[in-house]
């Protein structure tokens, strides 16, 4: 199983998951490329964005953003530092279906993106209308729940 799939499947970037306390992440990572300070902060490292819940200080929410069919890593997941990303959404459905991982397509949150979801997994694909991706998406419970 590659990277990828094993992302998709599980929710584990590695051993990033939701849940992980921060000082283990910034531990693993080291310093941050790009830290948004707000209350809930933002740790980019490379094309992975990591959203942490400012009271409880775990991982809340992993964000992948590749770029043009790539998608750089961090050195400190101790995984590969480029993965080739499926260009499409008909690209990913096939990969799914070969890795044998179950997905349904949801329901649209952001107008002008379509949505699949794993069901293992729970992480998100989002695509433009075009069929281009947007990013990955692997999500807890958000820090502005109600």
Known sequence: MNQLSS???????????????????????????VFIDNPNPVYRYSQVEIYVDGLTDLVWMIQLEPLRGKLELPTGLGL????DIPASKDDLVRLLTEWGIGYEVSEHHVPGQEELKTLAGGV??????DGELSSFVKAGTSPWRG
């Open 124 to 129: 998100m694909a989002y695509y433009f209308e």
């Open 7 to 33: 992302f998709m499947e599980t929710g584990w970037l590695g051993p990033l998951h939701i849940g992980m306390p921060c000082r283990d992440v910034l531990e693993m990572l080291g310093p941050t490329h």
């Open 80 to 83: 590969e530092r480029s993965l």
